[in-house]
């Protein structure tokens, strides 16, 4: 079994930053793709960023493209999220997953491993 375990969220005001890490564990499989998903109340879980594990290319949501930034760290089998200039809107839960699949995937569905979520808050 394969464990996400994400940490970095809380509360901050609009215009702050946040960085999001995600360490992965337990049995090696073939992770083809890191990415980073996040679900506000109400509505469905969206993709943010994602990342393919071998080359380091990441993929962008065109919502937070220019403000967050998806990284890893080979050695610490862990992702990153670096969240800047953050709005209100951000507000949701981030999960962290992990795929098998290649192409890099934006859909959910495509990502067998799920983190257990880490709340963000922007307050205005």
């Known amino acids: 079994q394969v464990q996400l375990v994400e940490s970095g969220g809380g509360l901050v005001q609009a215009g702050g930053s946040l960085r999001l890490s995600c360490a992965a564990s337990?049995?090696?499989?073939?992770?083809?793709?890191m990415g980073w998903f996040r679900q506000a109340p109400g509505k469905e879980r969206e993709f943010v960023a994602a990342?393919?594990?071998?080359?380091?290319?990441?993929y962008i949501a065109d919502s937070v493209k220019g403000r967050f930034t998806i990284s890893r760290d080979n050695a610490k089998n862990t992702v990153y999220l670096q969240m800047n200039s953050l709005k209100p809107e951000d507000t949701a839960v981030y999960y962290c997953?992990?795929?098998?699949?290649?192409?890099?995937?934006?859909?959910?569905?495509?990502?067998?491993?799920w983190g257990q979520g880490t709340q963000v808050t922007v307050s205005s």
């Open positions: 997953a992990a795929s098998n699949v290649l192409p890099v995937q934006t859909l959910p569905n495509k990502y067998a491993y």
């Open positions: 337990g049995r090696t499989f073939s992770r083809a793709a």
């Open positions: 990342i393919r594990w071998s080359t380091g290319i990441t």
